[in-house]
């Protein structure tokens, strides 16, 4: 085995992570009902004491760490993604801070991503708001629409979500963040 002694090297395998205040890219959300509903009174506390971490990669979107609750988004989806996209993947990602913030589970491993007890109160709050705004059953499937997912997990995503089933375009309108 080759060890950095060996080479005349070192790598400072701690990089550190640049993370900034929500708040300094998203304004307003505190006033967000389906939001206020997630955090309460500590509403604005919450969002203030968030962080939030861009990376630059050709696909993805956004995601919630698993190790320290900050939010995680792709520069390019945010620059690139219609604002309705970016703006219901806030508040569901919003929904996973708060799951972490209680100690809660992000990930389950041994169920299906649209089974996860995580997903589905996330998206559940994501449609509750996308109703809110005025967005029809229609948009909400497509916006439900990933890659990767199943066309039966979708059907069952959107079950889970009390949206009633109709096909929608083939193509997803958000990929996967390629870890």
Excluded: N
């Amino acid at each position: 085995m080759v060890h950095e002694a060996d080479l005349g090297v070192q790598i400072q395998r701690a990089a550190p992570t640049k993370l900034y205040p929500f708040t300094r890219f998203f304004r307003g959300f505190e006033k967000v009902p389906t939001v206020r509903r997630l955090f309460g009174s500590q509403t604005t506390r919450a969002l203030r004491s968030l962080k939030v971490e861009f990376f630059s990669a050709r696909y993805g979107y956004m995601g919630t760490s698993d190790v320290d609750g900050h939010l995680i988004i792709s520069s390019r989806h945010l620059a690139t993604s219609d604002f309705r996209t970016v703006y219901l993947d806030i508040v569901h990602e919003l929904c996973h801070v708060k799951q972490f913030r209680a100690g809660r589970p992000l990930f389950y491993p041994r169920l299906s991503y649209v089974d996860a007890p995580s997903e589905i109160e996330a998206y559940r709050r994501t449609v509750e708001e996308g109703r809110r705004i005025g967005m029809t059953d229609r948009q909400l499937l497509d916006y439900l629409k990933v890659e990767w997912i199943t066309p039966a997990e979708h059907r069952r995503l959107a079950r889970h979500c009390r949206l009633t089933w109709t096909p929608v375009r083939p193509r997803p309108h958000r990929k996967r963040i390629r870890k």
